[in-house]
């Protein structure tokens, strides 16, 4: 919720749209409002919550037990209805409960809402204003003013092993990106964006970010489909981690051939996950769960000789390979050039 997409098609109630991502896929048209250029750059300015807590719920009252108005997940944009807060009208029906003040275009940069953020409390509920122009009421702890929260991001090895725990248990889901379930690639999306780091939606896309690191292969080893006799097997995962760190993505798939663009097929990349270190990684494949590329460990997960490519993200933000911290997207904060 809260994210800026463009609305590329539609019929009928349908309509592709495409994200910061960038990446192009199918919604409702309730699941959406819609604006022009104007109201585009005033949303993107105005103050927001970013929701923290993995669950939550936008409640009608300050009350744990009003009705609800909408469930959140982690990574969910809320506008502040804070009267001394700047902010605009995404609809004509402006509710009574919110007070609307004409934005500051001198102040829209993320590190002025940060320092200046004020937001108003009711006990221990924050008042909060959906992208749709509801307003309701999220628990304190649930939430974080969004310019802040980015602001004091640290995308290191610890803190990604951290969110990447968190899901641990979530169900499997096929083109899954939230705490209700993830696939592969949804998943390495959700523990980079609550780190304040965007990638690209797809595995096939998140193999070409970062910088590369190098996975030493015996030549026969992905011929044979993983038959190799264990101790071999063993050997040879520990070649192609050995140049791992913790937080490096690893991918599985079916490398190059020969003769690319002619007779040959380029890599083709099925699966991603994030290495924690020993061996082990942790990945959305049935449910998120931890694993094992060493043959013999308990937790061997045995489709570990189709890894083929690991592209380290850590350390390499805003560098023009891919990988963007959400302070530098346009599509979360404005720029100022």
Not at 117 to 128: C, F, I, N, Q, T
Not at 212 to 228: H, N, Q, Y
Not at 238 to 256: K, M, N, Q, V
Request: charged share 25%; hydrophobic share 35%.
């Amino acid at each position: 919720m809260g994210t800026p997409v463009e609305i590329t098609a539609e019929t009928s109630y349908w309509r592709q749209v495409q994200s910061p991502d960038p990446y192009k896929a199918w919604c409702l048209d309730m699941g959406l409002v819609e604006m022009d250029k104007d109201q585009l750059m005033a949303y993107i300015a105005a103050p927001k919550y970013i929701c923290t807590a993995f669950y939550s719920h936008v409640l009608s009252a300050p009350d744990e037990k009003s009705d609800p108005v909408s469930d959140l997940v982690c990574g969910d944009l809320l506008l502040s209805c804070d009267p001394e807060n700047s902010i605009f009208s995404v609809t004509d029906d402006i509710p009574e409960t919110a007070r609307e003040k004409t934005i500051d275009r001198r102040d829209t940069s993320g590190k002025r809402i940060a320092r200046s953020w004020k937001h108003r409390a009711s006990g221990e509920y924050l008042d909060v204003w959906l992208p749709s122009g509801i307003h309701g009421y999220v628990k304190a702890t649930d939430i974080e003013p969004f310019a802040k929260w980015a602001m004091t991001r640290t995308p290191d090895a610890r803190h990604i092993l951290a969110q990447a725990a968190g899901f641990a248990g979530v169900p499997y889901q096929w083109g899954g990106t939230s705490s209700k379930g993830v696939d592969c690639s949804g998943f390495t999306r959700m523990v980079w964006f609550m780190n304040g780091i965007l990638l690209p939606r797809n595995a096939s896309q998140q193999a070409r970010c970062g910088e590369e690191v190098t996975v030493e292969m015996r030549t026969d080893s992905l011929a044979l489909c993983g038959a190799l006799p264990e101790e071999e097997m063993k050997e040879e995962m520990l070649r192609r981690t050995a140049c791992l760190e913790s937080g490096d993505l690893i991918f599985f798939g079916t490398p190059a051939t020969p003769g690319q663009g002619q007779d040959g097929k380029g890599a083709r990349i099925s699966h991603v996950g994030i290495y924690i270190g020993g061996g082990r990684f942790i990945h959305a494949s049935r449910k998120v769960r931890y694993s094992s590329l060493i043959p013999g460990d308990p937790d061997y997960y045995d489709l570990s000789w189709k890894m083929i490519a690991a592209r380290r993200i850590i350390g390499q933000e805003d560098k023009g390979n891919g990988v963007i911290s959400i302070l530098s997207s346009p599509a979360y904060f404005i720029q100022e050039f």
